[in-house]
């Protein structure tokens, strides 16, 4: 399959280069796109040097200020559907999820519309983060299952695997969160439009350098966000479950 890795990034100069290189390291071939929302640590030049040592690989896509990283993942979404990729991986740019990950992701995919790397599909797989941080995770796991009816056990996760149809599906347009609310709401919305969505365990890692993007304001949008979520009215049709409806019945017929 044809494969991209999305990689937004706001500040992660100490990190991005190690990442390109782990990421190419791995035994499938994944082209990468750096979506830099003008980091004042020099991240987009250092971009832009990777670009230039690995064209055709490593794209980057530069926007002209922060504004989140929904809206970072929103641009990057518009950007590769115009390419020829069949599919699409979401990651972090701090390590915390690990290129090794990406041949299971991959393998998954094959028979899945969406797949997660899951922090708790197999008990608690968390390196270096506090008591405090972690029951704060588990609590927000257990808030998105209980509004949104979603039983993945890890909803609120960053490593993503789109297959094109699944991504053309969603009504990217309308997405409103900006947040980490973004990954539930994709999900959430994959969910309602029919796809097909499993889980991989993976060990998350918490960042060495850099620091976390957090803060009470994203907490806050995730909070009264998926109890939106909840209240939104259903899609009239699912394009994705409609495909397969059709295929169902030429092979019946």
Known sequence: ??????????????????????????????????????????TGEIADQLSEAYPGEVLVL??????????????????????????????????????????DLLREAEKNDLVLGSRYLRGVN?????????????????????????RLSDATGGFKCWRRKALEAIDLDGVFSNGYLFQIETTFQAQRMGCRIAEIPIIFYERD??????????????????????????PAGSRVSAARRRKRARASG
């Open 1 to 42: 399959m044809n494969a991209i890795v999305i990689v937004p990034t706001y500040n992660e100069r100490e990190n991005l280069g190690n990442l390109v290189t782990q990421i190419r390291q791995q035994p499938c071939p994944c082209h990468i796109l750096i979506v830099d929302d003008n980091s004042p640590d020099g």
């Open 62 to 103: 530069h926007r002209p200020r922060k504004e989140g990283l929904g809206r970072a993942y929103v641009a990057a979404f518009q950007h590769v559907l115009k390419l020829d990729y069949d599919v699409i991986i979401q990651m972090d740019a701090d390590l915390s999820h690990s290129p090794a990950y990406l041949s």
């Open 126 to 150: 968390v390196v270096n983060w506090d008591f405090k941080r972690l029951i704060l995770s588990k609590l927000a796991t257990e808030y998105v299952k209980r509004v949104t009816g979603m």
């Open 209 to 234: 350098f850099g620091r976390s993007k957090i803060d009470f304001r994203i907490i806050t949008e995730a909070l009264f966000g998926v109890i939106r979520l909840r209240l939104m009215r259903r």
